[in-house]
């Protein structure tokens, strides 16, 4: 990889989210989240019982946690604010010690060189929200508007780059009709729902910035490529399912301000008939898309897998991630590459980008060896750099993530961070994998051996 293969003015950074990594989940006046809620729940939700309370206590760390990252020499930190933290009701009064601490934040990675991007909703809806329907309540985008705008003016003069919702899919997907994520309820009729409302909610928090900031505003999306398991009709179809609910459910009621016309397929009876103002509002005109990716799949028809009637296909030989996905960087570089051709013009952000692998829960006396992750990193970010070759305009690269976390359902097993945490005594330790995205930070995108 030639180092003219990234721009100079590149954004080389990282990824948090908040509840994933601060602990203090209740300090200084915070309210709670579903994810408090979820992880405490009573029914072991989340893996071997785990909850946030700890996390990785970046709430008490954060001053050593940038200091890290400067000597990483990252350049950006992409990380989410706690909803709770701000309005400890999810609506009124604002807590000023939650503000005080993203401001202190802020204020101290400026002051090492790195550029903030603020992700505003990273799937910790405040608990006193969700008694009162959650993303289901239709006046759930005004209330997250209003709480975007507290954070537009408190740290607008300083964050330059924000981002409306986190995933989507996953919140939709997850938390309302599948149930492996918080708030944890299995409804096909809830799920649209609260898939339109997290848009709508985008739409307004972006409208609210319009009127307030002069930095950009995107949004973040998971983009999984699907590919299908044969040419037979059947495969083809089920492939277009799997895309249509998963990836362009949201990217394109944002950037065209239209439904892919697969959902009514997908959901059936359960597929409202929504307002053209609902989708004018939706289509904000908004500054860049952010891509989260991690793996691909290859999908057959399934009659028997709800609700896209598709399955994942396993792949012979090839390599998987502790979380069962597959390593697929040329199916990122293509992605990148049709995305840029479906939606020309649109600047792109690579906001996560990551793999757990097997490391050890202490880090040994060299270190932590994670060649497969450094592996990942070298082939992924050659992928970027293949598609920037190709014409696409990638502003940035946040590898996922900067510290082991507490991976949501899955608790504290899987270690997607380059650096390592030991959870019993929160020591923190680059892995060899910090080493490598140093040298390639340093090097503006040149890979080394």
Not at 216 to 237: F, M, Q, R, T
Not at 292 to 311: G, H, K, L, M
Not at 369 to 377: P, V
Request: aromatic letters at 10%; proline letters at 6%.
């Amino acid at each position: 990889m030639s180092a003219g293969s990234f721009p100079k003015d590149f954004l080389w950074g990282a990824a948090t989210a908040a509840y994933q990594i601060e602990g203090s989940p209740l300090a200084d006046g915070a309210g709670p989240s579903i994810w408090q809620r979820y992880t405490h729940d009573g029914r072991m939700m989340v893996a071997q019982g785990d909850t946030g309370d700890i996390a990785a206590d970046h709430y008490r760390r954060w001053e050593s946690d940038v200091a890290l990252m400067r000597d990483l020499g990252l350049q950006a930190y992409r990380f989410s604010t706690a909803w709770g933290r701000i309005q400890p009701e999810g609506r009124g009064p604002v807590n000023a010690a939650g503000i005080d601490f993203y401001s202190r934040l802020v204020d101290r990675l400026l002051e090492n060189g790195i550029a903030p991007m603020l992700t505003l909703f990273h799937w910790d809806l405040p608990v006193a929200l969700d008694d009162r329907g959650g993303w289901l309540n239709p006046d759930s985008a005004d209330w997250f508007a209003d709480y975007a705008s507290i954070l537009y003016r408190a740290l607008g003069d300083r964050v330059a780059h924000w981002v409306t919702l986190n995933e989507p899919w996953v919140v939709a997907d997850g938390g309302y009709l599948n149930g492996t994520v918080a708030p944890g309820h299995r409804n096909v009729f809830e799920a649209p729902i609260a898939a339109h409302n997290l848009m709508r909610a985008h739409g307004k928090a972006v409208q609210a910035y319009r009127a307030i900031g002069d930095g950009e505003i995107g949004l973040v999306v998971n983009i999984e490529p699907k590919y299908p398991a044969s040419d037979s009709p059947a495969d083809l179809a089920a492939t277009a399912r799997a895309d249509a609910q998963m990836n362009r459910h949201y990217i394109e009621p944002a950037l065209t301000g239209a439904y892919p016309p697969e959902l009514a397929d997908v959901y059936g009876e359960a597929w409202p008939e929504w307002p053209a103002d609902d989708l004018q509002l939706i289509h904000q005109p908004i500054d860049f898309i952010g891509i989260n990716y991690y793996t691909r799949a290859v999908v057959r028809d399934d009659p028997q897998s709800f609700p896209t009637r598709s399955a994942v296909v396993p792949q012979a030989g090839a390599t998987y991630t502790e979380t069962g996905w597959e390593v697929a960087p040329d199916a990122f570089r293509d992605m990148l590459i049709a995305m840029a051709r479906r939606y020309p013009g649109m600047p792109i952000y690579v906001t996560e980008n990551g793999a757990a692998f097997a490391d050890p829960a202490v880090a040994g006396p060299d270190g932590v060896q994670d060649g497969q992750r450094c592996e990942y990193l070298r082939s992924h970010i050659a992928a970027v750099g293949e598609a920037i070759a190709a014409g696409v305009d990638i502003r940035g690269y946040m590898a996922w993530s900067l510290l082991d976390n507490l991976e949501w359902s899955l608790g504290y097993a899987k270690r997607f961070g380059i650096v390592h945490v030991d959870y019993a005594t929160q020591r923190r330790t680059p892995k060899d994998s910090a080493a490598l995205y140093s040298r390639i930070i340093a090097n503006n995108g040149v890979i080394d051996a």
